[in-house]
């Protein structure tokens, strides 16, 4: 079962079920460690259609363990995109009137070029070999990508989390391809408190035997322990103490009594538990590595002389950010440090903060103001870019 899961996920990475745009030789793709990745390669999938004027392209970017499929059925789980919610026809982002386009990120694990691609020099997956990856290297793919679609400028650019990490990345590199901006409970760099997480997460991975110095395709192994631990502690990030509460509380999973042994007497240890062992059926141990190095490297000001506002500098984007007020991860004050730089460098900015005890994760989900925030700033921008409705 195992070996099955393993061999299906590997396909995915060399042929995923979704589009792919291939780049050879003569466009190699330059990456802030100082090399070139050449040949590479995107996953992505589209949804709506591109209008004659090419203006109406938004462009959604996933979180850490998010994938292209944000609006159709994921190949390897075979459950919804993960977010249908959001996206589709006649949804706040519109399909019958926007073209959507999500990218699989460079690093990922689910048909651009990772760790569990095949490296076309020695025959094997790249595990190691493959450069770091920063939000930055990510930002450039996508960009080969839009221009591959011959898109000047983005309708709008929105994403969440890491996501928000990318949109943030776009309106500082390339602020002229970008008419409006949506970055979602996420920050301009990453806090040591959550780096330190990552690096929890990361020795889980690589304390694993089965880790074999990333080398386990190879092996015809996969860490899985070690990964399923580390979404564990991950996840216990994405939520809030307030929402623990709610759902589990100190309630017993499956029995009337304390066993007084380790196995889950607890309701939230059954669900992490099970959180983790379905994450290592659909993500590589190694792309684990790679996303939370990404993130952990972001930082905006530092790229910018420590200064945020310069990172925004003469920008013409229209911006709407959101938080939560539970969200512990990426708290309220970094989306504000954000606005304040913004405000500093001029730009048009409006900011939301949503109150609910869903935490982190509370982007992904059926939230009611942000749908209604969303909803309103693509309308208003639509307007100001003369889209009809």
Request: with cysteine; aromatic share 10%.
């Amino acid at each position: 079962m195992v070996a099955l899961r393993m061999k299906r996920t590997n396909n995915e990475a060399d042929e995923p079920s979704s589009p792919v745009l291939r780049f050879g030789a003569d466009k190699p793709l330059k990456l802030d460690a100082g090399t070139l990745l050449s040949p590479f390669q995107i996953a992505y999938k589209t949804y709506g259609t591109l209008n004659d004027a090419r203006s109406n392209a938004i462009l959604v970017c996933h979180a850490l363990t998010g994938d292209q499929h944000v609006a159709s059925t994921n190949p390897v789980t075979g459950k919804p995109g993960w977010w249908e919610v959001l996206i589709g026809p006649g949804k706040i982002i519109d399909t019958s009137r926007f073209f959507v386009i999500c990218s699989n990120v460079i690093g990922g694990c689910l048909g651009s070029t990772g760790p569990a691609t095949t490296n076309p020099a020695t025959g094997k997956p790249y595990g190691l070999d493959l450069p770091i990856i920063t939000i930055r290297d990510m930002v450039r793919a996508q960009l080969m990508l839009v221009d591959h679609f011959g898109i000047e400028k983005l309708f709008s650019v929105l994403g969440g989390s890491m996501g928000g990490m990318q949109v943030l990345q776009w309106a500082s590199s390339f602020p002229e391809r970008v008419f409006s901006a949506l970055p979602i409970a996420t920050g301009a760099r990453h806090s040591s408190q959550n780096i330190a997480f990552h690096e929890v997460g990361r020795q889980a991975v690589m304390a694993d035997p089965d880790w074999h110095g990333g080398k386990y395709f190879e092996q015809g192994k996969r860490p899985e322990k070690g990964l399923a631990v580390a979404r564990m502690a991950a996840h216990i990030t994405y939520l809030s103490e307030a929402a623990l509460h709610r759902k589990f509380g100190r309630n017993l999973q499956d029995r009337e009594a304390l066993t007084f042994g380790f196995d889950a007497d607890f309701q939230i240890e059954s669900y992490l538990r099970h959180q983790g062992m379905t994450f290592v059926d659909r993500f590589d141990a190694n792309s684990y590595l790679y996303m939370t190095r990404a993130m952990d490297y972001f930082d905006l000001a530092a790229d910018h002389g420590g200064r945020l506002a310069d990172a925004f500098a003469g920008t013409k984007t229209r911006f709407c950010l959101v938080s939560f007020t539970s969200d512990w991860l990426f708290p309220t004050e970094e989306s504000r440090s954000v606005v304040h730089a913004l405000n500093a460098a001029g730009a048009s900015v409006s900011f939301v903060e949503i109150e609910t005890d869903r935490g982190h994760d509370a982007f992904l989900l059926d939230e009611p103001e942000l749908f209604a925030a969303i909803n309103g700033f693509i309308a208003s921008a639509a307007r100001a870019r003369g889209l009809s409705a």
